[in-house]
């Protein structure tokens, strides 16, 4: 295939596997691809399903009749590219190519393919188009709790690609970068990750800015025997191990806890990883304190993985409901008399977060909400119960943030 045509027809492949298998992005392994179009591929397909809504209303005044969704996918793939700016030449030229490669179910629409991507405006394709709506499963729960308008704006927010936060060590070379109220730092175009200062050294891991918030919130002190439940791929462990406490990371994943322990190796930090079952697993004392950064929905991350609205449609929300409630009654028996537990989960759903707060405070009486001052964080993003809640549209001019909800609990003594 002629050059950049690989890394767009692996993006249609992508999208195939999404749109038409349910597959996640995370799925595809791009092994036998260089580098460059592994990421160049991964990055078109993200692009297109924050756009997808928009493509289609657009192509569905062209289409007469629905093409196989490979060729729809191109066509995506194709508007998308023009309304980013790319030239109309390369981008027409690609899809064509594409759609004559792809076998006898294809072949015959290149020309339908030209058709319709030479009748597309020169500039501003998606002129007044609304951003992309979330799923309607999705939406209406958050409609009900914030309004139209705050879902409004997290859907624009989720409409661009966002920028990459690190967690920073002191004393250690970092990036060039906006240090944001709360400490992180935000990279607007990192490029290759391994190469940036501080990243050899072990100064800085990955880590969105909401996500830094749940390990700042426990507070874990030098010395303090430590839980993180839930563990991997183990930013927050970082966290607490930097913070000098005695740490041990928990998950029930293996395979994610391997890159746990690769980031440990680079930044010298010390853990002990356990591979386990939270639900079965028993430790052999207690814990000061534990953070539990429990399974969920992932809605709260859609800005940075586009796919999730494509792949899940609520169903799972009640098991994970059931799940999280077992691991808060669980990590609350494993504290010492006293202790605190940071519940945290990455979840722009109620049930996922306040909701479960309620009911643990219901279940345990004795046990104590308490809030904390943090660097950054804005009085209204506190809960009247004690929670805190941030939400993509929050810090929007600056690309917004991940959607969390945490809350600290204490057990009494």
Not at 273 to 286: C, H, I, S, T
Not at 349 to 369: C, I, K, M, N, T
Request: contains cysteine; aromatic residues 4%; neutral net charge.
């Amino acid at each position: 295939m002629a050059e950049g045509v690989v890394a767009r027809a692996t993006a249609v492949a992508i999208l195939d596997g999404v749109l038409g298998e349910g597959r996640m992005l995370s799925d595809f392994s791009g092994a036998d691809l260089a580098p460059a179009d592994r990421a160049r591929a991964l990055r078109l397909a993200e692009t297109v399903l924050r756009h997808l809504e928009p493509a289609d209303k657009l192509l569905d005044r062209q289409l007469r009749k629905a093409p196989p969704l490979s060729v729809r996918n191109t066509l995506r793939l194709a508007v998308v590219e023009r309304a980013m700016g790319a030239p109309a030449h390369g981008v027409v030229n690609a899809a064509v190519e594409i759609t004559r490669k792809g076998g006898k179910r294809t072949a015959h629409l290149a020309g339908l393919v030209n058709a319709v991507l030479r009748a597309l405006p020169e500039t501003d394709i998606f002129a007044g188009s609304p951003p992309q709506r979330l799923p309607r499963w999705l939406r209406q729960p958050l409609v009900h709790a914030w309004g139209r308008e705050v879902v409004t704006a997290i859907e624009a927010v989720q409409a661009v690609e966002p920028p990459l936060d690190v967690t920073l060590r002191p004393g250690f070379p970092r990036p060039e970068g906006e240090v944001l109220p709360t400490g992180s730092l935000r990279l607007q175009a990192p490029g290759q990750i391994s190469t940036l200062p501080g990243y050899a050294e072990g100064g800085w891991w990955v880590q969105d800015a909401a996500a830094a918030l749940p390990a700042r919130l426990l507070d874990a002190k030098p010395g303090e025997r430590v839980l993180d439940l839930c563990a991997a791929p183990g930013g927050k462990t970082l966290q607490l191990a930097a913070a000098g406490a005695e740490v041990v990371a928990l998950d029930i994943s293996a395979p994610r806890l391997a890159r746990l322990e690769a980031n440990l190796a680079r930044t010298g930090l010390k853990a002990r990883v356990v591979a386990a079952d939270a639900l079965v697993w028993e430790p052999g004392e207690r814990f000061d304190a534990i953070l539990l950064d429990a399974p969920c929905s992932a809605t709260g991350t859609i800005r940075r993985h586009p796919d999730l609205p494509f792949v899940k449609d609520g169903s799972e929300v009640v098991g994970l409901v059931r799940l999280q409630t077992a691991l808060i009654d669980r990590a609350l028996g494993w504290l010492k008399p006293g202790g605190r537990l940071v519940y945290a989960t990455c979840s722009l759903l109620a049930e996922e977060g306040e909701e479960q707060l309620s009911a643990a405070l219901e279940r345990h009486p004795g046990l104590v909400v308490e809030r904390l001052e943090l660097p950054g964080v804005e009085p209204g993003w506190w809960t009247d119960a004690g929670g805190l809640r941030v939400r993509p549209d929050y810090w929007a001019e600056r690309g917004g943030m991940d959607g969390f909800f945490m809350a600290r609990l204490r057990v009494p003594a």
